[in-house]
């Protein structure tokens, strides 16, 4: 069965530096979701991607943020500057051009000291 | 502000017991009402889901949830759970656009 790949499973970086995480959604899903999860938090949605564009982006999703989707497999979420608090589980998901349900991948635990 | 509710965030049961896992959402238009299941060390699932149609959703694993309008509830239920359900649930909402909305989830321990 087709499952969503995220890579690395964990980062550690330190506060000032860019971060690079890397989601490969299911290949014939259309649209892409960033979510966060911050030890003892809900998930917290971030952004979806539809088209080579952002389609929606919560408040969290500041200039600090962005996605891409370099290829036909990668879409990634670059964090510029992490601070202290964008430590959490970051988790990508795709969906079909159809269907509601959206499919999570492992998730990357991103630790910023 | 459109929230979703999970009352319970620590359940304990035995073996066979009956489940019954709350969620409230706060929006009185039209839903897409889901809940997924993270086991230990895994990812998050989709155990079942309601867009439209009978209230009563079946889903993976022996779960239904009900959705009951009037109550803006979507309460996830097993008649007997087993160790192997031990877990995290989490009730999400779809209220516009395609955004999940979570609650907090529930944490269920199950004992032998």
């Known amino acids: 069965e087709p499952e969503v790949t995220q890579t690395p499973s964990h980062q550690v970086t330190q506060m000032g530096q860019e971060v690079i995480l890397r989601c490969v959604p299911i290949s014939n899903h259309l649209y892409f979701y960033w979510y966060r999860q911050i030890l003892g938090q809900k998930v917290e949605f971030l952004v979806s991607f539809y088209n080579n564009e952002i389609s929606e982006k919560s408040e969290i999703f500041d200039d600090q943020f962005s996605v891409e989707r370099p290829d036909g497999s990668n879409f990634t979420l670059k964090i510029r500057s992490t601070k202290l608090e964008d430590s959490a589980m970051y988790f990508c998901a795709s969906r079909t051009g159809t269907g509601y349900e959206q499919y999570f991948g492992p998730g990357t635990r991103l630790t910023v000291t | 502000a459109q929230s979703v509710s999970q009352h319970n965030h620590h359940v304990i049961l035995s073996e066979a017991a009956s489940l019954e896992l709350g969620c409230n959402y706060s929006y009185g238009g039209t839903v897409n009402l889901f809940w997924y299941v993270q086991y230990p060390g895994q990812h998050l699932q989709l155990l079942l889901k309601y867009f439209s149609g009978d209230p009563l959703v079946k889903g993976i694993k022996g779960f239904e949830a009900e959705f009951i309008k009037s109550k803006f509830s979507f309460n996830l239920r097993k008649p007997s759970v087993q160790w192997s359900d031990t877990a995290e649930y989490f009730c999400?909402?779809?209220?516009?656009?395609?955004?999940?909305?979570f609650g907090k989830g529930t944490s269920l321990l199950v004992t032998p």
């Open positions: 999400a909402v779809i209220y516009s656009g395609y955004a999940l909305n």
